[in-house]
């Protein structure tokens, strides 16, 4: 059974920085899509970034392109996100998620896991 678990969410000043962390367990995640969404009250969860676990490729959704950068540590099973310069219209609810099939796309119906999520909130 695949688990994801994000941390690292919280209260932050615009033009902060935050971390956020999913620890992944359940199977080897080598070749595979993971990614991070978010939702904010009243809207879609949307595509923020993913990364190919195998070989590293990124890709961002250009509203934070340049500001976030998602990672991985293969040893440690886990994903992260630095979000730098963080804005108000950040805040949202992030939320990890595992692409098994590994289509390395920002559709969020071709993730197959997904953890509980982390809030992140950005006061202007």
């Known amino acids: 059974q695949v688990q994801l678990v994000e941390s690292g969410g919280g209260l932050v000043q615009a033009g902060g920085s935050l971390r956020l962390s999913c620890a992944a367990s359940?199977?080897?995640?080598?070749?595979?899509?993971m990614g991070w969404f978010r939702q904010a009250p009243g809207k879609e969860r949307e595509f923020v970034a993913h990364?190919?676990?195998?070989?590293?490729?990124?890709y961002y959704a250009d509203s934070v392109k340049g500001r976030f950068t998602i990672s991985r540590d293969g040893a440690a099973n886990t994903v992260y996100l630095q979000m730098n310069s963080l804005k108000p219209e950040d805040t949202a609810v992030y939320y990890c998620a595992a692409d098994l099939k590994n289509w390395g796309t920002p559709e969020r119906r071709k993730y197959d896991y997904w953890g509980q999520g982390t809030q992140v909130t950005v006061s202007s």
């Open positions: 359940g199977r080897t995640f080598s070749g595979y899509t």
């Open positions: 990364i190919s676990w195998s070989v590293g490729s990124t």
